[in-house]
């Protein structure tokens, strides 16, 4: 039976033993900022040449110039062309219902007018360019960028520049494949801290961008971090977890699956069981043990649900709610009855599957609603990725005659408060 | 006549010599990063002993005991009570019109459901909990208490709390009266790092929170930038900015004291003209030479004037709308006839000032939309702070059975093309 914590939340030293599980220090170690911080100074000042240099030493490959760096929109739409049927036609689908989903999240421009002429309003634009990380090799996954690619198209960026690191050359086809369809600009073939570095402050060659989004490394994740404020970015995101509320009705297998289906990402990932009813905890976890060795990725599950997986029984399924309020996971399955009353209760998660048939792994790829996600209990505070990611708002004001002469007494009063005389002046200006 | 550059469109260096005035580095140098750290992690461990400590040493204030850093309710309603009645009033109506404001902003969830019967949703939730940090000294400002505190009142947030120093025990009446006005739930009398510290972390006495908003000093922003990821943070807002367009046409007295009431917030601040009209550019020049004596922060405002203020000539408006969206300006007045064709045209700014009569002045106090906004470009990504920092969604995924089996083919496809296969297994079951 793989090994997994198990906890009950009448056992007195219940809440400490979670907390425990659940705290996930996100920064990176000083030895990897320092060497970030090297990275994005040398693309700062010396462009192309420090590029080239990275790409060279971290991903072994050397290009004989700058516009090797490039790889060609033909080149791109070749992939797409050269792959299996059965792909070309799964990722149009997940496409078309990640762009259906999408298009409600949209916000629009609105506009408001006073008694007095005045009209206030928020203008909506889409952002200029955005900068699309990609990882390379094992952690390379086509569904990453249609989730970061369709809503930024859907919100209608102008350009949309992708980069993804070709370690040793290797390409991976289906990556170009899924940037064909969900109609990426250019490509360029970077990775690590240099890719961020070139999209924050451009090169000769890649332009800069607005904002970078995008799943990376550590040194992908601190270099996003550092360039933070140059450009927008999505988020830092930790570890992926599944957290599942089970009323013990549901296939016990099914539930071991979804588990794994986590737990296979990578070692630090995080899979919780809350259940009220032991036995049927038992049976999922000979399920798990079942199931294990039909799992090509069974020694990195092992791995993570050993150090942060956990198998919890609850009193009930009230307490299963407010458990999850706290833990505020990345993905919540409710394999219950009558999910949608749980639903209505949860303030805090990235992503819902309500229902027996609801499996996680079905967002992950092609239900529609984006599967970046905050994790680490920041959907206390975070949304999914969205359209809303790539659009902003400005403020519209404008005063009539009348309305100034109204909102200057306000602005007069409160300014001339604050001791901001020139404040106070500009607004009996137009007051007098 | 005010120091000021002096800038021409027609100049070879003009791109050069705006991007070298519009550049600002926002990092904390080690020295005020190291200190903060410091400070995060004694409160972290020592919580309320901490904040004692910290506060008796930056705020020159020995408080009894920790119940002493809260200011009572009653304490705030009593400061509310106790101004004149002029500005009662004009905190009312201010707080009464960004309400008005934010109303429109608030998101709300949806569902679709397909034909199969899936349905697909946004599920929003307002943030549990908000901490609010106010400036003490001379730069308290209680616009900003209204600004912060209303639209997360708007949301629906469950409890704000609002963080404020009284150095040597000084309280700011205003402040506290704007706090009672936009119904700041509990106050506590911290501020710098050992306050963002006790939001984020909580101590015994003070309630952690799940986001932090608020305008603050150097310690601040470090402290904000350190702690995001435990929680939410709003922004690292840099020095204020107003870039004006005019026609030449407006009174040239109201464009100078508009340029001085950005001046007059610090050294740092940036005041910049976008006029055709050289003859015009002068007549401001000259307005301003005279209104300066009458400025009791004169010393500020040539200081900043001097540093990073400009006086531009544009070959026509056209030229001045790009410009304007490469300066991505915190604050737009477009002081000319027809503005409204102007701005939608800007794709970047943070709030629009269309007209003669609306000076920028009247949007910090009272005209309704937020005084929160991007500042150093960074509108080319980033929104004013709105009703929306204080939602999140959840994404809401139920799949019928014949929903499952669709998706779950699908998922499959693309699982196995990862090489996730305890995805695929998770999809598959729910399709056999």
Redesign the interface.
């Known amino acids: 039976m793989p090994e997994i914590h198990r906890l009950d939340t009448r056992d007195a030293d219940f809440a400490t033993r979670l907390d425990a599980l659940l705290a996930w220090e ?1 920064v990176a170690d000083e030895r990897v900022t320092a060497t970030v911080k090297d990275v994005l100074d040398a693309v700062r000042t010396r462009g192309n040449a420090a590029v080239l240099e990275f790409t060279a030493r971290f991903d072994r490959l050397e290009l004989p110039d700058a516009a090797a760096l490039e790889i060609p929109l033909e080149r791109v739409r070749q992939a797409f062309a050269d792959i299996p049927a ?2 070309r ?3 149009e ?2 496409a078309a219902r990640i762009r259906a ?1 999408a298009e ?2 949209k ?1 629009d421009s ?1 506009r ?1 007018t006073e008694a007095d002429g ?3 309003g ?2 909506i ?1 889409a ?2 360019r955005v900068g699309l990380y990609v990882p390379g090799g ?1 952690a ?4 990453s960028v249609l989730m970061n690619a369709v809503p930024a198209k859907v919100a209608g960026v102008g350009e949309l520049i992708m980069v993804v690191p070709t370690p040793g050359g290797e390409v991976n086809e ?1 990556v170009l494949a899924a940037a064909a369809v969900a109609g990426v600009d250019r490509v360029f073939r970077i990775g690590g801290a240099q890719a961020v570095a070139a999209l924050a402050y451009g090169t000769e060659t890649i332009p800069a961008v ?2 970078i989004v995008g799943p990376g490394n550590i040194y992908v994740a601190a270099a996003k971090r550092e360039v933070y ?1 140059t ?2 970015i999505d988020m ?1 995101a930790g570890p992926s977890e599944i957290l599942v509320v089970c009323d013990g009705q549901t ?1 016990p ?2 539930i071991a ?2 588990l ?2 986590q ?3 990578d070692e630090d990932a995080q899979a919780i069981l809350l259940c009220p009813d032991a036995d049927y905890i038992e049976r999922v976890a000979a399920a798990m043990d079942e ?1 294990l060795t ?4 069974a020694e990195i ?1 092992r791995t993570s649900l050993r150090a942060r997986g956990a198998l919890i029984q609850v009193r009930d399924l009230d307490e299963a709610v407010d458990i999850a309020n706290h833990i505020a996971p990345e993905h919540l399955e409710l394999s219950v009855a009558e ?2 009353a749980l ?1 209505e209760r ?10 027996r ?14 599967h970046v ?1 905050p994790t ?1 209990r ?7 990725l ?1 359209v ?1 990611d790539f659009q ?10 009348e ?2 002469r109204m ?2 007494a ?2 007069s ?3 001339r ?11 009996e ?2 007051s007098e």
């Open positions: 996100s059965t792909q036609e799964a990722l689908t997940a989903y409600p999240q916000i609105w408001y005045t009209v206030l928020q203008q634009s952002l200029d094992k390379a996954y086509p569904s289906l607005d904002k404020g450009v927008g830092i296939d297998h099914w699956v979804d794994f289906s737990a296979e990402h199931l039909e799992m090509p990725r599950i999910p949608e639903a949860i303030h805090h998660a990235g992503a819902m599957f309500l229902g048939y609801t499996a996680e792994a079905l967002g992950d790829y092609c239900a529609g609603p984006n996600l680490s920041t959907a206390r505070f975070a949304s999914p969205g809303y902003k708002r400005a403020s519209i004001i404008q005063c009539s005659p309305g100034a909102l200057g306000t602005a009063v409160l300014a408060g604050e001791g901001l005389i020139a404040h106070a002046r500009s607004a200006y137009r």
